[in-house]
């Protein structure tokens, strides 16, 4: 019989898998179906607000025979996906109808796919890692190929799942690998187990630890694991693209950092020295190949690319302080990403997809305050001060610099340059362009709430750096 404390930690959890299959059936008796939408957010912020008054009585810990945990670092991450998740259904509810998109189905899977996340995040044990990273990306492939009329949509979904899978064997591997060598699937007790080994038993957990990268790898798209990506973004639904581009990526991060930092923290040396190459390599492909994209959702996933190769290098000093910078970072992503899909979903109209740089020629002039909001997007992205990214980015090179990696950060720095060309060019057709048509861009009120809280958020945590940072520090603490 399970205690009552170990259902109260898995609360927030249950609640948005409820939520999920309530939303399946209100549907099919529901005239309205913007409703589900709203029973969807509800369910999430009813979800975030058991989960910080658990935190807040002093309810963490772990349950299940420690293979599941509450606690400030999965708090924080659960933060990142409670806003990934209500701002993609916000940018959904007119998007969805124009791609007419069955609302029960979709709204149901984002909730499935953003409760996987949340398992991820509070993981122990392996067997719970790989039961969360199944039930969010299960959820994924379908919402990548939820447009079943659209060719690229079909492709999307089958390059992910193909992919997708090949990442899970390697996960699969090393969880059976690690077993072998330590007897235990709980992260903890790796951990101590790695203490008893000898040098040789070590080199052996070596080989699981570069199969838990490739396989982490491929969730965040470091290269050469990120050959899915492009395609996969382009073909998605665009709120779909947001949303995987967004709460997937941190979960990812999220147990690879608890993987590599709680279970393998005693080879930190190994591992730094496979992720230092890895995050420039990535860091160069994704700005390089960004350079001659014309669809924007393909500059945006190699955008993305470059992204995670910057957020890795967090994982390189092996320090609480870089680690908290790491995931100061990915929130600050989040937010400014999610605010630039929310302008593209925007530009889908009746007829224009709204996916090519040519469609943004002359947006200033047809829709002058989304051309300004969009801009303090590309400019934040770019890492222009006093926007977050500038203060995202700064931090972690702190960090790494502090660390000895300074050619590294040079490197980043140099990249981050030319990131500037693609992201500015956005700009230029905005700006600087006549536009080919002199339709009215339309802003529905949900989208307003989602750029008027990213923009405001991009621009006070650049003004207010500190309040993030120690939020994440604290939360590696608690």
Same mark, same amino acid.
């Given at each position: 019989?399970?205690?009552?404390?170990? =259902?109260?930690?898995?609360?927030?959890? *249950?609640?948005?898998?409820?939520?999920?299959?309530?939303?399946?059936?209100? &549907? *099919?008796?529901? !005239?309205?179906?913007?409703?589900?939408?709203?029973?969807?957010?509800?369910?999430?912020?009813?979800?975030?607000?058991?989960?910080?008054?658990? =935190?807040?009585?002093?309810?963490?810990?772990?349950?299940?025979? %420690?293979?599941?945990?509450?606690?400030?670092?999965?708090?924080?991450?659960?933060?990142?996906?409670?806003?990934?998740?209500?701002?993609?259904?916000?940018?959904?509810?007119?998007?969805?109808?124009?791609?007419r998109v069955s609302?029960?189905?979709?709204?149901?899977?984002?909730?499935?796919?953003?409760?996987?996340?949340?398992?991820?995040?509070?993981?122990? &044990?392996?067997?719970?890692?790989?039961?969360?990273?199944?039930?969010?990306?299960?959820?994924?492939?379908?919402?990548?190929?939820? =447009?079943?009329?659209r060719r690229t949509?079909?492709?999307?979904?089958?390059?992910?799942?193909?992919?997708?899978?090949?990442?899970?064997?390697?996960?699969?591997?090393?969880?059976? *690998?690690? $077993?072998?060598?330590?007897?235990?699937?709980?992260?903890?007790?790796?951990?101590?187990?790695?203490?008893?080994?000898?040098?040789?038993?070590?080199?052996?957990?070596?080989?699981?630890?570069?199969?838990?990268?490739?396989?982490?790898?491929?969730?965040?798209? #470091?290269?050469?694991?990120?050959?899915?990506?492009?395609?996969?973004?382009? +073909?998605?639904?665009?709120?779909?693209?947001?949303?995987?581009s967004t709460g997937?990526?941190?979960?990812?991060?999220?147990?690879?950092? !608890?993987?590599?930092?709680?279970?393998?923290?005693?080879?930190?040396?190994?591992?730094?020295?496979?992720?230092?190459? #890895?995050?420039?390599?990535?860091?160069?492909?994704?700005?390089?190949?960004?350079?001659?994209?014309? %669809?924007?959702?393909? /500059?945006?996933?190699?955008?993305?690319?470059?992204?995670? +190769?910057?957020?890795?290098?967090?994982?390189?000093? +092996?320090?609480?302080?870089?680690?908290?910078?790491?995931?100061?970072?990915?929130?600050? $992503?989040?937010?400014? %990403?999610?605010?630039?899909?929310?302008?593209?979903?925007? =530009?889908? !109209?009746?007829?224009? /997809?709204?996916?090519?740089?040519? &469609?943004?020629?002359?947006?200033?002039?047809? %829709?002058?305050?989304?051309?300004?909001?969009?801009?303090?997007?590309?400019?934040?992205?770019?890492?222009?001060?006093? #926007?977050?990214?500038?203060? +995202?980015?700064?931090?972690?090179?702190?960090?790494?610099?502090?660390?000895?990696?300074?050619? #590294?950060?040079?490197?980043?720095?140099?990249?981050?340059?030319?990131?500037?060309?693609? $992201?500015?060019?956005?700009?230029? $057709?905005?700006? /600087?362009?006549?536009?080919?048509?002199?339709?009215?861009?339309?802003?529905?009120?949900?989208?307003?709430?989602?750029?008027?809280?990213?923009?405001?958020?991009?621009?006070?945590?650049?003004?207010?750096?500190?309040?993030?940072? &120690?939020?994440?520090?604290?939360?590696?603490?608690?």
């Amino acid at each position: 019989m399970f205690e009552t404390i170990n =259902m109260k930690i898995l609360l927030p959890e *249950l609640i948005l898998i409820c939520t999920g299959l309530a939303v399946i059936l209100l &549907d *099919l008796v529901l !005239r309205k179906k913007e409703t589900v939408a709203f029973i969807g957010v509800a369910g999430a912020l009813l979800s975030a607000y058991y989960n910080f008054s658990l =935190m807040s009585l002093g309810w963490s810990g772990a349950v299940f025979q %420690n293979m599941f945990v509450l606690d400030g670092y999965s708090s924080f991450f659960k933060l990142i996906f409670y806003i990934s998740l209500i701002i993609t259904i916000f940018i959904s509810l007119n998007y969805i109808k124009t791609e007419r998109v069955s609302s029960g189905e979709y709204y149901s899977l984002l909730l499935f796919s953003a409760s996987g996340m949340m398992i991820m995040a509070g993981a122990a &044990d392996f067997m719970v890692l790989y039961l969360g990273i199944e039930l969010m990306s299960l959820s994924l492939y379908i919402l990548a190929g939820i =447009m079943r009329e659209r060719r690229t949509s079909n492709e999307a979904a089958i390059k992910y799942f193909f992919l997708g899978a090949f990442s899970s064997a390697f996960l699969l591997f090393g969880i059976s *690998l690690t $077993y072998g060598l330590t007897g235990t699937t709980s992260i903890i007790e790796v951990a101590e187990a790695l203490n008893r080994l000898g040098p040789a038993g070590r080199n052996i957990t070596l080989i699981a630890v570069i199969f838990f990268v490739t396989a982490f790898g491929f969730k965040v798209a #470091l290269v050469p694991f990120h050959m899915w990506a492009p395609d996969v973004y382009e +073909g998605a639904p665009t709120s779909v693209t947001a949303f995987m581009s967004t709460g997937p990526k941190a979960a990812a991060f999220a147990v690879m950092g !608890r993987v590599l930092f709680y279970a393998f923290g005693a080879l930190q040396l190994q591992w730094s020295a496979i992720i230092e190459p #890895l995050s420039i390599v990535t860091i160069a492909v994704g700005s390089i190949l960004a350079l001659s994209q014309t %669809n924007i959702k393909r /500059m945006l996933a190699y955008s993305a690319i470059a992204h995670a +190769g910057y957020a890795s290098i967090g994982f390189l000093p +092996g320090t609480q302080e870089a680690f908290a910078a790491m995931i100061n970072y990915l929130m600050i $992503y989040i937010i400014v %990403n999610l605010g630039a899909f929310a302008v593209v979903v925007i =530009m889908r !109209r009746e007829g224009i /997809m709204g996916e090519e740089l040519s &469609d943004y020629s002359g947006l200033a002039k047809k %829709n002058p305050l989304v051309a300004f909001l969009m801009l303090i997007f590309m400019f934040s992205l770019t890492g222009i001060p006093p #926007l977050a990214g500038f203060i +995202g980015k700064f931090y972690i090179f702190m960090g790494a610099v502090e660390a000895g990696y300074t050619k #590294l950060v040079i490197a980043a720095v140099i990249f981050s340059a030319v990131s500037a060309f693609f $992201y500015l060019r956005v700009v230029v $057709y905005m700006y /600087m362009k006549e536009a080919a048509e002199p339709s009215v861009l339309i802003v529905p009120h949900s989208v307003k709430l989602v750029l008027a809280f990213t923009s405001i958020m991009a621009i006070l945590l650049g003004i207010f750096p500190s309040v993030l940072l &120690d939020f994440a520090r604290a939360s590696l603490l608690g």
